[in-house]
């Protein structure tokens, strides 16, 4: 069963800081990879997906998060953390050989927050 | 383009009863999930429609039940509240199948069982 884990609820970053939110995966074959990002009293927004290709894969708002096959991770990234980055931070995962059994898995989310 | 709607926005019933959330998906959108949201939960997957067909669904007890429409508007129903019923329910739209498109939420209906 495929599965998605954030190992940190929260990670905190000084603004200007490089920022790193960790992800990591469970799936049978190749994986496809979404990060969303809520803010407070909204829904999810999408950031930005791997779905096949280039490894890093760059997103809205600056964001980048690079495909490590070998390591099972999903990492979403941004050089410079800006304090409107802060807010809750979703992995989430879909194995492409199962799609018509399984649906997209989130993880439980992390919770970004950029002090300035 | 407008974006995803949901109706009511907040909503209180008690125990025992049953509520109907709505969804308006993306014009042009053709799959919409459901998904609940709790603190100690996280986002748990409820439903996901196609093309008016469930596609899939979360492990929820039958009292969670959803349909879509033809012109791919959405509707879930919980019967028989109980009180860890309680949560933000969240909508989603895509223009295709989840695989590999976004999704684009709506901003919840918060529901409070009391």
């Known amino acids: 069963a495929q599965s998605v884990a954030q190992p940190e609820d929260q990670v905190n970053v000084a603004e200007g800081n490089p920022l790193t939110v960790k992800c990591t995966y469970s799936v049978s074959g190749n994986p496809y990879l979404f990060w969303y990002v809520q803010y407070p009293n909204r829904g999810l927004q999408f950031l930005l997906k791997y779905i096949t290709g280039d490894n890093l894969v760059k997103g809205s708002y600056g964001f980048e998060a690079e495909f490590n096959k070998s390591q099972t991770s999903f990492h979403l990234k941004k050089p410079s953390a800006l304090v409107s980055d802060s807010a809750l931070y979703f992995c989430a995962v879909r194995d492409p050989r199962n799609s018509g059994n399984t649906p997209l898995v989130f993880g439980k989310g992390t919770r970004l927050s950029v002090i300035a | 383009k407008a974006g995803v709607t949901q109706t009511p926005r907040y909503l209180i019933k008690t125990r025992g009863q049953q509520v109907t959330l709505s969804c308006s998906p993306i014009?042009?959108?053709?799959?919409v999930s459901w998904y609940q949201q709790t603190p100690g939960q996280g986002l748990q997957f409820l439903f996901e429609y196609f093309s008016e067909t469930q596609r899939n669904k979360g492990n929820f007890p039958g009292r969670f039940s959803g349909r879509q429409f033809s012109n791919s508007r959405s509707e879930m129903n919980v019967s028989t509240l109980e009180l860890g019923d309680s949560a933000l329910y969240l909508c989603a739209s895509s223009l295709g199948l989840t695989d590999t498109y976004e999704q684009y939420f709506g901003p919840g209906t918060r529901l409070t069982v009391t």
């Open positions: 014009s042009g959108h053709r799959s």
